[in-house]
């Protein structure tokens, strides 16, 4: 099954949702020209890391921009793996990835787990329980952020129960543009499945970011890869490609869970 992809590398207005819905109305209804199949935006795209105001930025039960995207699903007739928002509830402010579909349903939410101190994600967010799964066309993904990729282990619980194509949506500063790049080709060759990449442009008050949004094959060969700059990377993927790569080196197979505790 092939699938076209268009990941909206978004430079992002630092604690101004209504800029941030603006700007990237324009860039996904730019993507759309292009039909893509699934619109991927990346972390904390409506507020940025103004993480000291989100008592007052912080999107309510994530309702503002799940509304966002419905809308934008049904507009253009595309998947939204939706990025990441701010998104309060009653026990306090998640970082929560929305996946909406063509049909404007809201299929799944992931908050995410790993909690990246050197940002202070610790001293305002709370993580998230939750996996990562979701299906869309029938097909199983995941859709982790930013950090979670040093964890392979949560990775691969995910590759276990089926998912062919990883989705990750990051605000990945540039001095770790290497560890960026790295991990994501590790990821992608040792769970054999796409490594779909959505990171943020420009710079906020403490963090320059690096772009390089990626798409990488399950061979971990990088299809396609962003500059620095705001833009929009899209290429097709062919997810029958995951099943060719695990019969030729069958590491599901050949795991032995039993020695890795
Ligand atoms: N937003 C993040 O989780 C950043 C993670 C990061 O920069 C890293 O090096 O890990």
């Avoid at 008592?55 to 503002?64: F, L, P």
């Avoid at 595309?78 to 929560?96: D, I, P, Y």
């Avoid at 094959?217 to 899209?234: C, H, I, K, S, Y």
């Amino acid at each position: 099954m092939k699938l076209k992809i268009s990941c909206l590398q978004l430079d992002i207005a630092f604690g101004d949702p209504s800029a941030n819905y603006q700007s990237s109305e324009k860039l996904i209804q730019k993507a759309s020209n292009g039909k893509p199949d699934i619109i991927v935006l990346p972390e904390l795209w409506t507020t940025g890391y103004d993480l000291t105001r989100l008592d007052t930025i912080a999107d309510k039960n994530a309702a503002q921009t799940i509304e966002f995207l419905k809308q934008a699903a049904q507009k253009y007739r595309v998947h939204f793996v939706g990025g990441s928002v701010a998104n309060r509830g009653e026990t306090g402010v998640k970082n929560t990835l929305l996946i909406i579909n063509k049909d404007g349903k809201l299929v799944h939410q992931y908050s995410k787990l790993h909690l990246f101190k050197l940002m202070d994600e610790h001293r305002y967010l709370e993580p998230g329980v939750e996996k990562g799964l979701f299906e869309l066309e029938k097909r199983r993904f995941a859709g982790v952020i930013c950090y979670d990729i040093r964890f392979p282990e949560w990775i691969r619980s995910h590759t276990i129960q089926g998912a062919e194509a990883l989705f990750v949506v990051a605000q990945w500063p540039a001095p770790r543009l290497s560890h960026w790049r790295a991990l994501l080709i590790a990821r992608a060759i040792e769970n054999q499945c796409f490594v779909i990449a959505c990171n943020r442009s420009g710079h906020d008050p403490n963090n320059q970011f690096a772009g390089h949004s990626m798409i990488i094959d399950p061979w971990g060969e990088v299809v396609a890869e962003a500059g620095e700059n705001e833009e929009f990377l899209t290429a097709e993927i062919d997810l029958d490609h995951v099943k060719e790569i695990r019969k030729l080196i069958p590491i599901f197979e050949d795991r032995k869970p039993e020695h890795y505790k």
